[in-house]
């Protein structure tokens, strides 16, 4: 097994995406996904960035991959797709219509965010130019032992959520701008604000969700660390490290470690507790009972 | 005139809907193969046969939906409810899922396939895909969409295209959501079930009932209130100091005054949404969205607030039909 960093979902400024790119290219990450996931209006603010994070990513060894939005529905976003095809490197599909865009016969990774549920979806990919899949987080381990089977059947690596807060859902709604009562058209770009999306609690206090533009994530970090030994056995090809602002070099080098075997998995889910925004951590997709479960000892406050 | 497709979660509901002058009715097998696999609800295959020989004697189609997205290991379930829509005699079936459309397309070649709004298809990009590649014919639209979107999309592409105009609202891009799963384990996409009654406790504290979800406390409303049934998007939150509907108020989808603009934006057929709703319900819905359609087609006015009392909530909106929504 080895580790894919995702794209980042956050809208962060351009001189802190040049040094996070710089920072990751040092870790014993194999590839790094990149590009703006979550809303077009943001890609003008750090287009440039996009060829030097490339640069130094392929001259540290990394393999990269040039990632879709993931909800499609304006012109221009289309055209964004477009010029993501005149790069020579792989796409990695979010929304199944950039597939229209991919020449047969030229190949693409599968994101997180593409409904890859079953076998029967699995080869259709595939067959199409599928070289590299992310599961969706919630897939129990179940299915991702059956997926990640089939995948290696065809030779096709599969991959899973490893690190992270989860993307639960997009919408064409923006809820930072409704929670700034803005319309989305004149959002001002409040999203820069929260690097790690802005928290959402019940009314009781529980740590619940996390916004980001359109998208809404889990508040809890998704972490596989207790996981690994059963995400091998599985067949699991790479673990997938999403982004997050903060120590994210110290996170990827805490997850090569422990897939080196030079720690265990409570030791890596200790180390990385502390590191995550709000010191949640859950991996209960993967056993359940629910996305939001931890099967470790639960530190801190009850969710 | 513009089709008009009803919910039947039940056999009674269906015979309700198509007495009451639905157009076709769009309904499920009892197991995890469709989108509102509630318990109580559906039908059996030979239940499907009787349903589909009930409507066809009256002029309307019926549509299966088996438009959850097939378990790994487990495909044949989903293989043979497509097997039991066409031996009884469906109009179409309604999918979400590229491998079961891929086998659709090579087993059923002559069961006509409509793309479920699960499938999520906002572009003209992404339903081209989905007809060439697995011959569907019409493709029941994400309500993410603006009603210019949509007529800029069917200016670009060959199907017909299905609207949703009344009952539930995602606020997410449907089949793209793992909301439910996160707080119950439990998801459309997988289980057919969004926020599930198994998982929700009301609790009184202190004057209010608290209704949660998964643990997850999702309102509290003032006792004597009514309480809305705790769907996770339309739950009362805070953030940062704030309080409120982050996501969604408790609104449902009522865009009748709509019709004819989603008629000039070339839709083909109008979508009631609520297969878990009462046959009486059902039946008063249809027959007043009938009225609408032959009110459209006659270049007639739409009647107003027809259905402010079925609601939920009591408050409608036209969701993302307008752009300001978003």
Not at chain 1, 54 to 61: H, K, P, R, S
Not at chain 2, 225 to 250: M, N, R, V
Request: with cysteine.
């Amino acid at each position: 097994m080895d580790l894919t960093v995702g794209p980042n979902f956050f809208f962060w400024e351009a001189e802190t995406i040049r040094s996070f790119y710089r920072d990751l290219a040092a870790t014993p990450v194999a590839r790094v996904a990149l590009g703006e996931l979550v809303c077009s209006k943001r890609l003008p603010f750090w287009r440039d960035e996009i060829p030097a994070a490339i640069e130094v990513l392929q001259a540290a060894g990394k393999e990269v991959a040039l990632t879709t939005l993931a909800l499609l529905t304006l012109r221009r976003e289309r055209k964004i797709t477009a010029d993501l095809m005149d790069l020579d490197l792989p796409v990695e599909v979010n929304d199944l219509s950039a597939l229209v865009q991919i020449p047969e016969g030229r190949h693409f990774w599968v994101g997180p965010l593409v409904n890859v549920y079953n076998e029967g979806t699995l080869r259709w990919l595939i067959r199409r130019g599928a070289r590299r899949i992310c599961l969706p987080p919630e897939l129990t381990l179940d299915s991702v032992a059956v997926l990640a089977g089939a995948g290696r059947d065809e030779g096709v690596p599969v991959e899973v959520w490893g690190h992270g807060r989860l993307p639960l859902a997009i919408s064409a709604r923006c809820y930072h701008a409704r929670l700034h009562d803005r319309a989305k058209d004149s959002c001002q770009f409040v999203c820069g604000k929260d690097p790690d999306g802005r928290d959402v609690d019940t009314m009781d206090g529980q740590q619940f969700l996390t916004v980001n533009g359109v998208q809404t994530l889990s508040q809890s970090t998704a972490s596989m660390a207790l996981k690994i030994d059963d995400l091998h056995s599985a067949g699991v090809a790479a673990l997938r490290l999403s982004p997050q602002s903060r120590n994210f070099d110290d996170i990827c080098i805490a997850y090569a470690s422990r897939l080196a075997r030079e720690t265990s998995g409570a030791a890596l889910a200790a180390r990385l507790r502390p590191l995550v925004p709000g010191g949640n951590l859950s991996d209960g997709f993967l056993s359940g009972p629910a996305g939001a479960a931890w099967s470790g000892e639960r530190m801190g406050k009850p969710n | 005139m513009m089709e008009l497709v009803c919910p039947a979660g039940t056999p009674a509901a269906l015979r309700a809907a198509v007495e009451a002058g639905a157009h076709a009715v769009y309904c499920g097998f009892a197991d995890e193969t469709n989108a509102r696999n509630f318990p109580g609800l559906n039908f059996t295959p030979e239940d499907m046969a009787e349903a589909v020989a009930f409507a066809h004697a009256r002029g309307a189609k019926v549509l299966v939906a088996i438009n959850t997205f097939p378990r790994a290991g487990a495909e044949p379930l989903w293989h043979r409810a497509l097997a039991n829509a066409e031996a009884a005699g469906a109009d179409a079936v309604i999918l979400a899922d590229i491998g079961l459309l891929a086998h659709a397309a090579e087993r059923h070649p002559l069961l006509r396939r409509h793309l479920s709004v699960q499938a999520a298809a906002a572009n003209p990009d992404a339903i081209n895909l989905y007809a060439n590649a697995f011959g569907v014919r019409r493709v029941v639209l994400p309500r993410v969409l603006t009603v210019q979107e949509i007529a800029a999309i069917n200016r670009e592409i060959d199907v017909e295209t299905e609207v949703f105009v009344f009952g539930g609202l995602c606020v997410m891009a449907e089949g793209r959501c793992s909301l439910s799963s996160y707080a119950t384990g439990k998801s459309p996409n997988m289980n057919g079930v969004c926020s599930p009654a198994s998982h929700v406790a009301y609790s009184e504290e202190g004057g209010e009932l608290a209704a949660r979800l998964g643990g997850f406390t999702i309102h509290r409303t003032p006792e004597g209130e009514p309480a809305p049934y705790p769907t996770l998007c339309k739950g009362c939150f805070s953030s940062d100091g704030q309080t409120g509907h982050i996501f969604e108020d408790p609104v449902s989808l009522d865009a009748t005054q709509l019709i004819p603009e989603l008629a000039r934006a070339g839709a083909s057929a109008l979508k009631i949404e609520g297969r878990q709703r009462s046959r009486a319900y059902v039946a008063q819905v249809v027959r007043t969205f009938r009225a609408a359609v032959e009110a459209q087609a006659a270049g007639q006015p739409m009647p107003e607030n027809m259905l402010a009392r079925l609601t939920e909530g009591q408050k409608a909106t036209i969701g993302a039909y307008a752009k300001t929504w978003r």
